[in-house]
């Protein structure tokens, strides 16, 4: 790392993205000596927050225990060390599953790891959104950006993260606007919310469990109806210890895939510790047999199960759990397994599902997952990107990388400066998802990149 120059006019390296995965990267880049005068990270916003980590409201909470929130191997147990300080009581599982803190407290420990490295003195933030990839003069690319600038680097990194959801398509044009909650994941709107509405939540994942234990928490009155799918909530997090899992055979076929999984699952309950135990052994394994798959194996998984692994991977803070059981049992909340199709005015609001009919209801609250990335989309029917399924050029699953996260282009071959790290990577690299995981991932990469750099700069 250097004294902070005059930015050049070609970055030697764009990291498209600004919330957690870039982050990462940029600490590790900064601990590896990289010269960070040479990045340019691309967000409109606040470094190392995204979608995940960008609420403030006190009932949103990591669904991780502590112990495993870890963004240096090398330096396992420094969150720990770190959030020793904060004043939260309810943060220890009164189960013994460990202590599960507020996410804007992990947002301040990474921003605190950006200060330590002083990285926001050195990088260029443009606070825009890259909307096109595009290959320029003598191999560089060039991004274009959604209030027209057009930036041009030698090398890039997508670290996008999860699209945020986008319901819009399901809300009519009659429809009462301030009665329908677009940004869940800040958990801003909660407090505007009359105690005795009737709140329909549209999904079931982890944004509309941290609203659920917001709205216990404000002493909610009015009736709260989730609707998900297949009406499954994830499990909660137990005090758990991996197991040591055999690891899946070879060759390998989606079909024993899913059978090495069930031989090794105990017959026990989800919300177990001795089941999650095992789940996350399995975990440990996973990734090398997920590279071992075909294409087709891994995409005849995703689409048959991936919605179970999702289920059973997310598992949910103990506190929002709690939270929602005694709800239940007090009748204050049902919850349906459909599928929301529109939004429209009535009663005032009349949600129509799938299957039941149709519920009245004061307030739509949407969480219903990651949307859609159009960045990634363009990407793939330009050519520039693969998807992870070949023909398919539909993006939900991300886009196709090798094991060293350099991206496949439309002809197969792996593009020597363009990389991507995070969820984009799930389809071919596994279960990439988790704080830990990604870091690796960033670790990973930050050492490919420091030589990879140094030998573009001579020849520059």
Request: glycine content about 8%; some cysteine; aromatic content about 6%.
């Amino acid at each position: 790392m250097t004294s902070p120059n005059p930015k050049p006019d070609a970055f030697p390296l764009a990291i498209i993205g600004d919330g957690y995965a870039a982050a990462v990267l940029l600490i590790h880049l900064a601990k590896h000596g990289f010269d960070l005068n040479q990045v340019v990270v691309i967000g409109k916003g606040q470094l190392g927050l995204g979608a995940a980590y960008g609420t403030e409201h006190p009932d949103f909470r990591l669904n991780v225990r502590d112990d495993l929130m870890i963004i240096d191997d090398d330096n396992p147990e420094d969150f720990v060390h770190w959030a020793s300080q904060l004043d939260d009581p309810n943060a220890e599982d009164p189960e013994g599953g460990g202590k599960f803190y507020q996410r804007r407290d992990f947002a301040r420990y990474v921003r605190h790891m950006l200060a330590k490295h002083d990285i926001e003195t050195f990088i260029t933030h443009i606070k825009a959104r890259a909307n096109r990839i595009a290959r320029g003069h003598n191999g560089n690319w060039i991004i274009s950006l959604d209030h027209g600038q057009k930036v041009t680097a030698r090398a890039a990194v997508l670290a996008t993260g999860n699209p945020t959801p986008n319901a819009d398509h399901l809300i009519c044009e009659n429809a009462p606007a301030d009665r329908i909650h677009r940004t869940p994941w800040d958990g801003k709107s909660i407090a505007t919310i009359a105690p005795d509405d009737h709140v329909l939540l549209v999904g079931g994942g982890l944004t509309a469990l941290d609203a659920c234990l917001a709205f216990y928490h404000a002493k909610h009155k009015g009736k709260l109806t989730l609707v998900t799918p297949r009406g499954l909530l994830p499990p909660r997090q137990r005090d758990w210890t991996k197991d040591s899992i055999p690891d899946f055979p070879e060759p390998l076929t989606a079909s024993q895939f899913v059978r090495h999984m069930r031989q090794h699952l105990p017959i026990a309950p989800p919300d177990t510790s001795v089941w999650q135990s095992a789940f996350e052994g399995l975990r440990a394994v996973l990734p090398d047999a997920w590279s071992r798959l075909s294409p087709f194996c891994r995409k005849r998984l995703i689409t048959r199960l991936g919605w179970l692994w999702s289920l059973l991977r997310y598992r949910a803070a103990p506190q929002a759990m709690a939270a929602i059981q005694d709800m239940i049992n007090c009748n204050q909340m049902e919850i349906i397994s459909d599928r929301v199709i529109s939004i429209g005015k009535g009663a005032p609001l009349t949600v129509a599902l799938a299957q039941h009919g149709s519920v009245a209801c004061d307030i739509a609250y949407l969480a219903s997952g990651p949307g859609h990335d159009t960045l990634i989309q363009t990407m793939i029917n330009d050519g520039i990107a693969l998807s992870p399924f070949g023909k398919d050029t539909q993006n939900r699953f991300g886009v196709a990388v090798g094991d060293d996260y350099a991206l496949l282009g439309a002809d197969g071959n792996t593009a020597q400066t363009l990389w991507a790290i995070g969820p984009p990577t799930i389809a071919c690299l596994g279960d990439v998802v988790g704080v830990s995981s990604i870091a690796r991932q960033a670790a990973s990469l930050a050492q490919q990149l420091c030589p990879t750099m140094t030998r573009e700069k001579a020849k520059s």
